[in-house]
C-alpha cells in the first residue's frame, strides 16, 4: 500500500487527514503492518506503522530508494476543457503514462467553461484522481494540476525553455516524428490539444506566434480529443523512451 507522506522527519513520516482515514478506515491496516510513502521529491521510503493516533500515523523508515519510474522528458498536456468525464479519463491515464502535469485551458469552441470556485472545485477533484494514479502506477512524483487557464497565461505557468508542440488536424504535412526530431529531451515539452470543438484557426496562429508552437499532424483521420490527448502524449515519451 502506498501513501503520500505528510510530514517527513529522521526515519520517521506522518501520515495525516485523508491518507491517515484511508489507511486506519478502508484498508485497516494496523501497527506491524509495512506500507510504502513517497513525498513528491523522488524518493520511496519502507517503512512500518509504528503508532496509530487520532491525527496521524507514525510510520519507522526501513529503507529509502529512487525508483527509475519518472520519464526523463518532461510532457505537459494543455488540453481544452473538455466535457463530463473526459478530463477525468485524460488525467487518469496521462497520469499511468507519466505526464509532469496538465494545464486545463480555455479556448474558443470549449463547449465547457469553468469559472471562480466551480474551476477551483474542479480542479481539487481532477488532483485527487492524479493522486490516486499516482499510487496505482507507482509514481514518485504527482503530476502538477494547474489553474484553469487562458492562452495569454500559459507562458507563466511553464518555464521558458518550453517546447510548445500543437497537434492541429488542418496541418498536413509536418508529423509528430519530423518536429520532435529538432526538439531537445532535455528541455519541458507541452502538447496542447483541442477541446471536442477543436481549436479555432486564430488560437493556431496565436500559439505559433506566441510560443512558437510547431503544428503537427497525428495523421488524416479525426481523433476525439481525449484520444488525442493520450496518444500524442505516448508517441511524444515513447519517442524518447519514456
Ligand atoms: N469532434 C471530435 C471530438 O468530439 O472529440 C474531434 C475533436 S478534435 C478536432 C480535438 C483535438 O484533437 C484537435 O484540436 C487537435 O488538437 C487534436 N486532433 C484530433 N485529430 C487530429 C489529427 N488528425 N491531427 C492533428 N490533431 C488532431
Not at 3 to 21: A, D, Q, T, Y
Not at 88 to 115: D, H, N, S
Not at 160 to 179: C, G, M, R
Not at 190 to 198: D, K
Request: glycine fraction near 8%; hydrophobic fraction near 40%; charged fraction near 25%.
Amino acid at each position: 500500500h502506498r501513501f503520500k507522506i505528510s510530514e517527513l522527519g529522521r526515519n520517521v513520516f506522518w501520515l495525516k487527514g485523508p491518507e491517515r482515514e484511508h489507511l486506519v478506515r478502508v484498508l485497516r491496516l494496523a501497527v506491524g503492518d509495512q506500507i510504502i510513502g513517497f513525498d513528491n521529491s523522488g524518493a520511496e521510503y519502507k517503512a512500518v506503522i509504528n503508532k496509530i493516533e487520532d491525527q496521524s500515523v507514525t510510520c519507522g523508515i526501513m529503507e529509502q530508494d529512487y525508483p527509475e519510474v519518472e520519464a526523463r522528458t518532461q510532457v505537459y498536456l494543455a488540453a481544452g476543457l473538455s466535457k463530463g468525464e473526459k478530463m477525468e479519463w485524460v488525467i487518469q491515464k496521462g497520469t499511468e503514462l507519466g505526464m509532469a502535469g496538465l494545464i486545463p485551458l480555455r479556448t474558443k469552441r470549449a463547449v465547457m467553461k469553468l469559472e471562480g470556485s466551480k474551476a477551483k472545485d474542479r480542479v481539487e477533484r481532477w488532483q485527487k484522481i492524479s493522486s490516486e494514479a499516482s499510487k496505482q502506477s507507482h509514481r514518485v512524483r504527482e503530476p502538477k494540476l494547474f489553474p484553469v487557464s487562458d492562452w495569454k497565461e500559459l507562458k507563466t505557468l511553464l518555464p521558458s525553455t518550453t517546447q510548445w508542440l500543437i497537434p492541429y488536424e488542418s496541418e498536413k504535412t509536418k508529423t509528430l516524428q519530423s518536429v520532435l526530431r529538432n526538439f531537445s529531451p532535455q528541455e519541458p515539452i507541452a502538447l496542447l490539444i483541442g477541446p471536442e470543438g477543436g481549436f479555432d484557426e486564430s488560437e493556431v496562429l496565436w500559439a505559433q506566434e506566441n510560443l512558437q508552437a510547431q503544428s503537427v499532424s497525428l495523421g488524416p483521420r479525426i481523433l476525439r480529443a481525449e484520444t488525442a490527448a493520450i496518444a500524442t502524449l505516448t508517441l511524444v515519451l515513447g519517442h524518447y523512451g519514456d
